[in-house]
């Protein structure tokens, strides 16, 4: 990237697709078309801030915390590291993390690496306080049920959100500039997914592979950088290397799975590990795990035209899973507004599917997760509180 930079802010806005704001960001500079880590928040925060592919992070879920083995930016010794707004999700990913220090890009000390996630395109759609990541009059999962039935009007909330949440980018941009910092700053924004918008029948993300959740922007901006569409293809775990080769001072970033400028890749992976944080009714329950228990994964590789996915698990399982969220969800509520039962169940239960055009077979994807696989490193686990898991229940996850 051929930069000297001595302060870095990674700015993470939930669940914005790479279609919807691909075009907005190259006015800001080289924009990248970029395979997620997942599905999934927390997973993909695991790539974005470690260089490690999900099987390699050990970071599945909310519950789950970094291993000691495993460095991230934030344990960088040569900078003040950070992460901002207080409050919401952005506690639980700290929590993944260790707790690291929270302050803002107004008070970040040079030289810095500061991490913020803002909202979005996270349901509720353009439904958030603006002061810290927390929703404004209704949860995700209440704002899903009224708005089930009304698909035109959810995309169009979708759209507005992620035109206030970069807004609120531009206005972090204006402050480093107050602040004498711009020209010191490499600044990259990026998303941790995209999002369904009715497609197949649903909206969300953590259920699904597909383009619409797993290509995410991924931008670098400092005057330096010339503007545009970027060549080539990046992922989540580039983002590691690409800022530490673009730091004036040289920092130990530990092992890593990207490369500096998604250079010469051809391929991404994309990985959940579908994690369950509350239980069933008792009979349902004891129903699950007389069936195998919930274990479910989809595993899928995807280059810049397409990819291959892979759902793993019990057919009986992820079937009696299934017709939970069809019955009792707002899942079940869009699905059957849009006639579109058979297809979502078939995306949701094990199985193969392709999207787009990818540039290789079922086999050679296969082969080349599996490989991704032998890598897998253990993550730590804990329980975590019934109010956390409220929380994560309103914020939409299962």
């Known amino acids: 990237m051929h930069l000297d930079v001595e302060n870095v802010l990674i700015y993470v806005d939930d669940a914005v697709r790479y279609d919807s704001i691909a075009d907005t960001l190259s006015d800001f500079g080289p924009t990248h078309k970029t395979i997620a880590a997942s599905t999934h928040t927390p997973t993909s925060f695991g790539s974005l801030l470690t260089g490690l592919l999900p099987p ?17 930016v934030f344990d960088i010794e040569t900078h003040e590291t950070s992460m901002g707004s207080e409050g919401g999700m952005n506690d639980g990913i700290a929590d993944i993390f260790g707790s690291p220090a929270r302050t803002t890009i107004e008070e970040a000390k040079p030289p810095f690496v500061h991490v913020v996630r803002r909202p979005g395109g996270h349901a509720p759609y353009n439904g958030f306080e603006w002061d810290q990541y927390e929703y404004a009059d209704e949860t995700a999962a209440e704002y899903f049920d009224r708005i089930s039935n009304q698909p035109e009007q959810a995309r169009i909330d979708y759209e507005q959100g992620v035109e206030r949440s970069f807004e609120e980018f531009q206005r972090v941009l204006g402050v480093l500039k107050e602040r004498g910092l711009a020209d010191d700053t490499l600044v990259v924004y990026t998303s941790d997914h995209g999002e369904l918008l009715g497609e197949y029948g649903f909206f969300g993300h953590t259920h699904a592979a597909t383009p619409e959740v797993v290509y995410v ?12 569409r970027a060549d080539g293809l990046f992922h989540h775990v580039d983002l590691v290397p690409t800022v530490a080769d673009a730091m004036a001072r040289p920092v130990d970033i530990g092992q890593t799975d990207g490369v500096i400028d998604g250079a010469d890749r051809e ?11 509350g239980t069933l009714a008792d009979p349902l329950e004891r129903l699950l795990q007389l069936t195998g228990g919930f274990e479910r994964t989809i595993q899928s590789l995807w280059d810049a035209n397409g990819g291959h996915v892979f759902v793993e698990g019990s057919q009986v399982t992820a079937s009696l899973i299934y017709l939970v969220l069809l019955l009792q969800k707002p899942f079940g509520k869009q699905v059957r507004h849009g ?42 686990e804990h329980d975590i509180d019934a109010a956390t898991a ?9």
């Open 56 to 72: 390699r992070s050990g970071i599945h879920s909310f519950k789950h915390t970094v291993p000691p083995d495993v460095r991230s």
């Open 217 to 228: 922007p991924t931008t670098f901006i400092h005057p330096d950088l010339k503007p545009g």
């Open 267 to 277: 391929t991404g992976y994309n990985h959940l590990r579908h994690i369950r944080y």
């Open 339 to 380: 006639n579109r039962v058979f297809e979502s169940y078939k995306m949701f239960t094990p199985g193969h599917a392709s999207y787009g055009l990818p540039g290789f077979d079922t086999s050679e994807a296969r082969s080349k997760i599996d490989s991704i696989l032998e890598g897998e490193t253990a993550g730590s």
């Open 390 to 398: 409220e929380h994560l229940e309103e914020m939409g996850y299962l």
